[in-house]
């Protein structure tokens, strides 16, 4: 009954915020338009979980789950998840309960590693294609769309040529982590009308996926929620606070770490002089775009050297898109 959303992001980041498997007393599952008895933002549907009370379920549950996925991936080989749970309540008197609940998960997130070609007629009429297209802009790559392409003039024709960029995994982690857990105090005003409080927290790192791919670290949600339910009234009333902590922008990352290695419009000026040596030299138009981009891309940062992870770094805490790639929020719902 109470919105789980991050304020900011604008939408439940998983089960962040929401209880532990041994915490949920039923699911309700609301396919269609729900609006009118949970808001405004229930209008493509929603998942509402009920919680077990402390009165009629007391005591102390563990439970882990372990597994292995990546099973014969190429791009990282298996890999363990664990998440384990704990639920603690207890009636402390006729009328006053408490329960605590307390997760922590870890485990490696599916990689994103599709390099289809979205753009593969961004040269058909010079009959570049597939490997050859110098406008290629992989799904999962990153700084080679739209913003970082040039039309450059080469033997009085016109190309379409992008940044080189770089794939998903070089510019994130993949590791998963989420800590959270929540404590809530039940207090019967009658025998069938209760208050409760209750105060959910959850860090987590993970990434996330909104029309841009975001690296979440450190991110901290936090809710105080207050509720008042009887059998004629149920109201209630709650405060959602975000801070999105050392979280950053994949593809602001990409984009920047070649900027800073080097401007578009050098890299442009170099790529330009170095296709006309190649094609002086007889080499054919679709070798000439292969060494001009060889010879733009010299001294570039590599993934996995120590000079990209700082670059990576230093971008991560540049809170301005056009120039770094760091995601800092503090945002409040209420």
Do not use: C, M
């Amino acid at each position: 009954g109470i919105d789980n959303q991050a304020p900011h992001i604008g939408g439940p980041i998983g089960n962040a915020l929401g209880p532990s498997d041994l915490d949920i007393q039923a699911v309700e599952v609301v396919p269609g338009t729900a609006s009118a008895l949970y808001g405004l933002n229930a209008i493509n549907g929603l998942a509402n979980f009920s919680t077990r009370n402390p009165f009629s379920s007391e005591g102390l549950s563990v439970q882990q789950k372990t597994g292995i996925n990546h099973v014969n991936d190429p791009n990282s080989g298996a890999k363990a998840y664990s998440e384990t749970s704990v639920r603690f309540a207890k009636v402390l008197a006729p009328k006053l309960a408490f329960k605590i609940n307390g997760t922590y998960l870890r485990g490696y997130d599916w990689i994103a590693h599709d390099l289809t070609d979205i753009n593969p007629n961004g040269n058909s009429t010079t009959g570049l294609f597939g490997p050859d297209n110098p406008a290629r802009d992989p799904v999962n790559g990153y700084g080679n769309e739209s913003s970082d392409r040039s039309t450059l003039l080469l033997g009085g024709k016109s190309y379409a040529v992008a940044r080189t960029g770089y794939n998903e995994e070089a510019v994130t982690s993949y590791d998963l982590r989420t800590l959270k857990g929540d404590v809530a105090l039940h207090y019967k005003l009658a025998a069938a009308a209760e208050l409760t409080y209750t105060y959910r927290v959850a860090s987590f790192d993970n990434v996330y996926q909104r029309a841009n791919r975001f690296r979440l670290q450190g991110y901290l949600l936090q809710q105080h929620a207050l509720q008042l339910s009887g059998p004629v009234v149920q109201a209630r009333a709650y405060f959602t606070q975000e801070n999105t902590g050392q979280s950053y922008n994949l593809r602001s990352a990409a984009e920047n770490i070649d900027r800073s290695f080097k401007p578009d419009a050098a890299w442009n000026q170099d790529y330009t002089t170095a296709w006309n040596t190649a094609t002086a030299g007889g080499q054919s138009v679709a070798q000439a775009h292969a060494s001009a981009r060889l010879a733009a891309d010299a001294g570039r940062y590599q993934p996995g050297t120590p000079a990209f992870d700082q670059k990576l770094k230093d971008l991560e805490n540049i809170n301005n898109w056009d120039q770094g790639a760091a995601l800092r929020v503090r945002a409040h719902l209420a």
